[in-house]
């Protein structure tokens, strides 16, 4: 990609819509085959720079990127990952409110030419994400079809904080909440019409600092997590019904990105 400091203003952007997931990770070309056998996505080659970037595919419809995880983020120890992108209609004044409201920021803005201009930051717990003021909007915004991402799930070490620092920045709207007993509140986030998502308490014992896990819709979660092990992947969680009858998938592909699948209870 060819990256400038051109700031990009677009109050059409919708704020708070996921709007890109990406892998970080340090075997992209493995990486492709895992998810082309596991998921059933195709890739193509982004033409719109100079960089080496691909695109995972839909069908017809761009959904994310998979990059060489950049040396001075496996420097610091970041471990291959997915990382999602957010609207927003200014990135610039964003960073300065998400840096007031506690985050780190990660990554300076940037802008790549017809694509926006886009910022990596941690909340105040330390999960990451990004935000992204695109060059021109997207299509309307519709739920989530097979093979695309349709749940966004948060852990962290501090629930209210996290809660505060989302609905601020995002405008994002808690739906509804779940008991999950010791476990704690399950709290489901979205925004006018949609549900993206869930945040909850880290759990206890759990090895890694506070983040967020992505889920990719299939038809069939037993199989798609048979898959994965065939093709080097590792199951963390799962499969397991959850609550309204759907099932899910929690597992690591072979260079250590966490992700998860989801598909709808049988009707």
Request: charged content about 15%.
């Amino acid at each position: 990609m060819t990256a400038t400091a051109t700031p990009v203003t677009n109050t059409a952007v919708t704020r708070g819509r996921f709007a890109w997931t990406e892998l970080l990770t340090t075997d992209p070309a493995a990486a492709q085959t895992f998810y082309k056998e596991v998921i059933g996505w195709t890739t193509t080659k982004w033409e719109g720079g100079t960089g080496d970037y691909t695109m995972w595919m839909a069908g017809e419809t761009p959904l994310g990127g998979v990059m060489m995880l950049p040396p001075d983020a496996a420097a610091m120890g970041s471990p291959p990952n997915w990382l999602a992108y957010i609207e927003v209609p200014d990135t610039d004044a964003t960073i300065s409110q998400a840096i007031k409201l506690g985050a780190t920021l990660l990554a300076p803005a940037q802008t790549v030419d017809q694509v926006g201009r886009f910022a990596v930051l941690s909340d105040p717990q330390g999960a990451v994400f990004a935000i992204i003021t695109n060059a021109s909007p997207l299509p309307p915004e519709t739920e989530p079809a097979m093979l695309e991402f349709c749940w966004h799930e948060l852990n962290t070490t501090d629930l209210p904080g996290a809660m505060e620092f989302y609905t601020t920045l995002f405008g994002w709207q808690q739906v509804r909440e779940f008991d999950m007993g010791d476990k704690g509140i399950y709290h489901i986030f979205g925004r006018d019409q949609f549900t993206y998502g869930g945040i909850m308490r880290k759990p206890d014992g759990m090895n890694a600092p506070s983040s967020w896990l992505h889920y990719i819709e299939v038809d069939d979660a037993d199989a798609a997590t048979e898959r994965a092990i065939r093709a080097g992947g590792t199951v963390m969680l799962g499969p397991i019904e959850v609550p309204g009858g759907a099932r899910i998938s929690i597992m690591t592909d072979p260079q250590g990105a966490a992700f998860a699948v989801h598909a709808k209870a049988a009707q």
